[in-house]
């Protein structure tokens, strides 16, 4: 047995125990037929059979590079190892669909940036993304994950968060902002804003300063903008990384009727990639809408659009030399990689990129759900990601202080590998240096 | 007799003609600080009322009346929420003082006081809901008097149309962080002011009533992948891998729900396939109030919508959204907005009616179909459409019009600036 294999052995984790214990092999074929005869697209026919196991994905992997090219750990090999015993396999074994689901969840961020480098185009995170949908249909996913699709089952929030929280931490936030602008309002449920402000949930649980922030912003702006006052405020979406897209889709149904009842104009979601990727891409397909039935702006879009029309002006630039960290699903999945160097460079005096960035960037493996697998995969990330690590600190030799980045998972990720590979880096979200610099 | 939307109680019928009054501009507010967004007029539009902030830590519920020369205040309150009309010229809203959160319907606060109340609900017959948090623990409250059950947590509370009744997902377990067995074992139901639902469910979702609040159902997630609709404490005996919001027969004699098939989405009745065709999409069903007729949002074809009327679609495609139809008060015709190329759009019966504005707000018929008006927004200016025409009007802000019951007048009710200052005006348009 390989080390990647022994690795998998011995996790333990109750949500894939406790689905592994109900494991009856008829079910699971049937499921497996289901998946691939009545969900899977003609992509999946065309990938596999256009693979041509030239190798080109291994070395853009994070994963691979960062086990010391160990095969288990290349894009294609995880496919072997995770999707091909599910559809070939005679005989499949708990053995079987544990080891598929570990690799889908745990060692595939999703983030697409093996596609990039393949020659036939082939989209690793559609095939991983396939074996999740599986495991979820079979009842085997990471217990952490799961608690989070459950929590958003029951609150529409991933945070658990009720109804009465939320306007609770609303009104806080500015009952705290009034103490600086005596004026500033936080609209909820303004019908007929301009902008409807998103969040995930996280912000009101644990990083309250960020709707601060933004309310700020959005005053200073002069921004006609609203909170929702009900479920739908949330846009983030945990079921889509677990597989199950049936909550996906009333998550991001309840998401945009909110929208649309308030009559806004446009979403503008807060700093978060996966969020981002759900309710532009993913969720809204697969309701049926083409694209979002409300146009929907990240952050990094809205503060350069609001920092270039000048509608905010910076008061003094941040001294302290930084660098920015492109999230995959805003830089590959919407190519904000300029505007968001833009936004960096009106706010701070110094900025030092990292290499490779842009689209070219790795992930910072707390993507694709990966950090919300939670502690049984810490480990696995962290070591899975030495590459980021030594990214981070070439930014650091050359002066960077602080890394930028506009996503909360990438949050997660980064603070797990600045610890662990002990980099003295702070980390801020573009709101953050915004607030410190603007004229307020 | 439940009034029907879009239509005026009768009280309205023996006026006409425009009354108006100023709205003076507070001396210590900038003109642009005025929170008309927050404004809501009275239902027969003799009344206008404002939260407006009178310090920095208070405000006050300021209520124009058509005639009287100076507004009323309200008692200094923390916060006030959900301000909406409540029978025919009063209000209710939800107000939070130091003694905590209670609500305020026809000027008379609710003896309760709650750490939290929101999701103020009016129903059409003069009820006033909420929901309230205690101690954590989550109570909703109908007239004043408290659900005879408090629960781990409340949501998506609502009234019967014209009933006392009252219906909300109640959540009777609690469920630790990554506790995955109890929340499999079914924490959720849906609870009236009766007390719960013996049936547990994995999920419950849109909770809808009947009008006179003797039918209740919800759509329920049964197990991870199974959803059904549960009617009054009894599951369909079919499941699917995805239903949404059921909808009740006027009679309330049969609940209607979009399932979703292998093939596609269809309407399914009391737990049956009810519609032949299979869609890519189908949500929000609604009845004519005769129910004589039903129809849904559908999308044919992966990026097109249109309506689907009893079963049959509709031939005016759009390729962003359309909302919730809306049927006259005589069920002969139907109607709904949406968005079409980036622009607003109002259907009425399958057919687009103008591009000339950026927001448009449900359409509103007469008693007998004659005539359609709905509330748009040009600009920065509010007026209505009526019957494929704007009237050439500028409100700052403006509520839905509403149609007199035998169908001669269109009332507007709209806030203008005038001067320093702003007038807020009812009128009666005549029709032809």
Known sequence: MNEADQRIEAIHDEGLESGLAQFDEDRVKKIIKKVIEEEASPRLDAYLSSCVHCGLCSDSCHYYLSRDKDPAYSPAGKVKESLLPLLRGKKITPETLKKAAIISYTHCNLCRRCTMYCPLGVDIAYLISLVRRICYLCGVVPLYIQDTANSHSATFNQMWIKNDEWLDCLYWQEEEAREELPELTIPIEREGADVMYSVIGPEPKFRAQLIYQAAVIMEKAGINWTFPGTRGWDNSDMCMYTGDYEMMGRLKKAHFETAMRLKVDRIVMGECGHAFRSVFDTGNRYLGWKTPPIPVVHAVEFYHEI????????????????????????????????????????????????????????????????????????????????????????????????????????????????????IDMEIKFLSDIIYETMEI | ????????????????????????????????????????????????????????????????????????????????????????????????TDEGWTAVARNVPWEFQAEFAWNLRVSAGGNAACETQDDRRYTPMVNGNVWSESYENTYGLTLAATGPGSAAVVQTTPIAEGDLTTFLSGCFTLGTEKGPWSGRYMGAFTPVISSDGTVAAVDARITQQDYTIAVNDQCWPTTWPSVWAPVIHPQGTSVWAPVKESRGWTLACDGEVAWPGRYTQLWEPVFAPNGRRIAAVASPEFGQWTLALDGDLMKTRVDGYLRKPIFSPCGSRVGCTGMHKGKAVLLIDDHPMGDLFDKVWDPVFSQYGSHAAAKIKRGPWYTVFLDGMAIERRFIWMRNPAFTPDGMHLIICGIEKSGAHYHYTREFIALK
């Open chain 1, 307 to 422: 920092l270039t029309q000048e509608r905010i002006t910076i008061k003094k630039k941040l001294a302290t030399p930084v660098t920015f960290h492109d999230p995959c699903n805003i830089v590959r999945g919407r190519g904000l990689h300029e505007m968001a160097r833009e936004v960096v460079g009106i706010c701070c005096d110094t900025f030092i990129e990292m290499e490779p960035n842009r689209e070219h960037n790795y992930c910072c493996g707390a993507g694709g759900g990966v950090i919300n697998c939670g502690p049984p995969f810490k480990n696995e990330r962290v070591l899975g990601n030495r590459v980021k690590a030594e990214q981070l600190l070439a930014a650091k030799a050359k002066g960077a202080e602080i890394v930028v980045t506009p996503c909360h998972n990438c949050h997660g990720g980064l603070e797990d590998i600045i610890h662990h590979y002990g």
């Open chain 2, 1 to 96: 007799m439940p009034i029907a939307q879009g239509t005026s109680p009768i009280i309205w019928d023996t006026s006409s003609g425009s009354m108006s009054c100023m709205i003076p501009c507070p001396v210590d507010a900038p003109s642009e600080r005025f929170p008309f967004w927050k404004a809501t007029a009275s239902r027969d539009g003799t009344r206008i009322a404002i939260p407006i902030q009178s310090s920095p830590e208070e405000c006050q519920l300021c209520t124009w009346t058509l005639g009287e020369p100076e507004p009323t205040r309200s008692e200094p309150v923390l916060t006030i929420a959900d301000l909406q009309p409540i029978a025919d010229q009063d209000f209710s809203f939800l107000c939070q």
